[in-house]
């Protein structure tokens, strides 16, 4: 196995980081199977020119990982959330009317299919909106945008989202997705029925509360917000934690905004068997309502459980505008297929459903 290495504006021959390729494109095409690709943090593009039909044409067996500083040995050590790096179809003017019609080419051919040994890891369409593909099968893109993906191991993991808008359209595909701000009651919560989950309590038994704005900041949707301590004083008192209300149920998508202030959050999904799924995390905002960060997680393996975590901070944190997509593990295929439908810019595709997301959050 060899490691070829990308790093933007390079002219190397791919054999390390101080010699990387500067094409994407001209490392894959020399990439040989059992092969993997080492990406550092940068833009990358199908083509230096304006050819529309130009696009990055992935391997069975080849694996492609973002998320490099540049500096790296090992796999584990690079940093996704750090070091962006952004696959783009703008190889014309701004806008998507010259985008590439395809960034991604994940199809092979009749007498080579592409299978699950085609790895792309650790990238990011042009919102910053879908941070991991693993172990994807098909990566449908129309204009220079991804908009779906298909997942066809059970060992995939998930795609990771800080755009609602893509987020909810993914979480819709892949389960019954439903939404609560929590601004109709306040007090502690038990269970939402409204989004099929329950809640554990937290330390010392207390439950997640529902309270409003000033407690511990503003909400993304007022007046109230879901706390980690129903005293509203630090510290918080520990994880949220929650599952499905039906055991015949899996979640398959979860989303929120972080509007604490200086909490980092951790949004943990484990399977029946208490195993890793997912791990993802979003920073905090510093109590300002322009800057509130979403994140978002859509699994190809149906969770049993769900932990948002505070992992920096004084501990008190809050999170608005809930999301939380379910869908039946009665007869789950195996291997596991989630087709998620991920669409940016493309609103008169899904304008019903917007709508409707819309009128729910007024």
């Known amino acids: 196995m060899a490691i070829l290495y990308v790093k933007s504006s390079s002219t190397g021959n791919g054999s390390a980081w101080n010699n990387a390729y500067g094409s994407l494109q001209s490392a894959i095409t020399a990439a040989q199977a059992g092969d993997e690709i080492w990406v550092a943090a940068g833009t990358y593009k199908p083509t230096t020119g304006t050819d529309r039909t130009a696009s990055f044409t992935l391997k069975n067996n080849v694996a492609i990982y973002g998320g490099f500083a540049g500096t790296e040995t090992a796999l584990n050590q690079r940093n996704i959330a750090n070091n962006i790096t ?56 129309w204009l220079g945008i991804l908009i779906s993906l298909e997942f066809t191991s059970s060992s995939a993991s998930a795609a990771i989202f800080n755009d609602k808008t893509t987020f909810e359209a993914a979480a819709s595909i892949a389960g019954n997705l439903a939404l609560e701000t929590f601004d109709s009651f306040t007090g502690p919560i038990l269970q939402l029925s409204s989004l099929g989950i329950t809640f554990n309590p937290m330390n010392a038994g ?23 301590n129903n005293a509203c004083s630090f510290p918080g008192r520990g994880s949220i934690v929650f599952q499905p209300m039906n055991p015949s149920n899996g979640i398959v998508g979860v989303g929120f905004f972080n509007t604490g202030g200086d909490d980092t959050l951790q949004l943990s999904a484990f ?13 905090g905002s510093n109590l300002n309502p322009n800057s509130f960060k979403f994140l978002g997680i859509v699994t190809s393996i149906p969770a049993s459980r769900i932990e948002i975590s505070p992992v920096g901070g004084n ?48």
């Open 86 to 141: 952004i696959l783009s179809g703008e190889i014309g003017a701004a806008g998507i009317a010259d985008n590439s019609y395809h960034v991604i080419s994940p199809t092979g051919n009749v007498s080579n299919p592409l299978t699950n040994s085609a790895i792309l890891d650790g990238f990011t369409d042009l919102q910053g909106a879908l941070s991991r593909i693993k172990l994807a099968k098909k990566c449908a893109v």
């Open 206 to 228: 207390i439950q997640p509360h529902s309270i409003l704005v000033n407690c511990p900041g503003p909400t993304f949707s007022s007046p109230n917000a879901l706390v980690n």
């Open 271 to 283: 399977d029946a068997s208490n195993n890793l799924i997912e791990q993802a995390t979003v920073s």
């Open 315 to 362: 501990g008190l944190f809050s999170i608005d505008n809930l999301q939380v997509a379910t869908k039946s593990i009665q007869s789950v295929p195996e291997p596991s297929i989630i087709l998620g439908l991920v669409t940016l810019g493309l609103g008169a595709l899904f304008s019903k459903k917007h709508k409707q997301d819309d009128n729910a959050r007024n």
